[in-house]
């Protein structure tokens, strides 16, 4: 009866202890915020040969640099080029990889791949033109998900909420020419290390929700200053003035940070929805492990 009551005992004891947070330990492109890591810049997809294991291995764990990608032979897709209509989408995403997120293998490649990959890495533009479902198969390749809102609230906490932007090291919301470099923006930098989570490009999360009829903002309705505009938690339609704002009852994946476009109405709190299938030059994403 005694060894009986010890072994329960002891069998409690290890069922009760906690996985310590600190325990978690993240690759170089992320940085941990709770027990997440997050991806410190804003995506770029790559198109990468999966033959080329090498490459794509080091994407994986998070070590791979710009001058491994060129040099390996990657190229970048859709990276945004608002400022230049003619390049922008491209170069597009191959036909194997659907903005419906149904991509097909590159013949031979195994583990199967469609070879388009998400890199956060600093000194590229982010890439653009690509859907919440392309976004969310390109993360996963890369051994990565998109984050959810919660974590993506959490991520930005401490990033400058725009009024201004000097063009130079505040965030990107000056309404004119384009996404700049990742981490180029000095000081639009969350408490956490994460680069551009306000303005430069939209950036896709993982939770869907119904849109609004109308933008509203939260200066106005909870006194938390800014003018961050919120788009969504209506009765089943669209933002209005959005993309798809005659669309009624189609779900929507939520949209944070705003944009280059937006000015003050970016922010920590901004948030809208997009039809998952949508993409344009000014949305992007972000990956976390």
């Given at each position: ?82 400022d230049?209509?003619?390049?922008t ?71 400058p ?54 933008c ?29 704002s ?6 929507g ?22 039809i998952?299938?949508?993409?344009n030059?000014?949305?992007g ?5």
């Open positions: 009866m005694k060894t009986a009551g010890k072994l329960l005992v002891l069998t409690l004891a290890v069922v009760a202890t906690p996985v310590l947070a600190g325990t978690l330990k993240c690759p170089p492109d992320s940085v941990k915020v709770g027990n997440v890591c997050i991806d410190l810049y804003e995506a770029s997809a790559w198109q990468i040969a999966p033959s080329n294991t090498a490459l794509v291995s080091k994407v994986q764990a998070g070590t791979v640099t710009l001058a491994d990608l060129t040099g390996g032979g990657a190229t970048q897709l859709s990276p945004s080029h608002a230049s209509p003619l390049l989408c491209s170069p597009p995403y191959p036909a194997n990889f659907p903005s419906d997120g149904n991509w097909t293998p590159v013949q031979g490649s195994s583990p199967p791949s469609p070879g388009v990959y998400a890199v956060s890495i600093p000194g590229v533009r982010p890439s653009t033109c690509i859907s919440w479902f392309q976004a969310n198969q390109a993360c996963l390749l890369s051994g990565k998900r998109l984050l959810t809102n919660r974590e993506w609230q959490g991520a930005a906490a401490g990033t909420d725009p009024g201004t932007d000097n063009g130079t090291s505040d965030c990107n919301i000056s309404d004119v020419g384009d996404a700049v470099n990742t981490g180029s923006r000095s000081n639009c930098k969350s408490s956490w290390g994460v680069f551009d989570m306000v303005g430069n490009v939209d950036e896709w999360v993982a939770d869907w929700a119904d849109g609004a009829v109308n509203t903002d939260w200066t106005s309705q909870t006194g938390i200053a800014g003018g961050d505009l919120s788009c969504f938690g209506g009765p089943g339609t669209t933002g209005n003035g959005s993309e798809t005659n669309t009624l009852s189609i779900p994946a939520l949209i944070r940070g705003g944009d280059f476009e937006d000015g003050t109405h970016a922010g920590v709190f901004a948030v809208s929805v997009g998952p299938r949508v993409s030059y000014i949305i994403f972000r990956c976390a492990r």
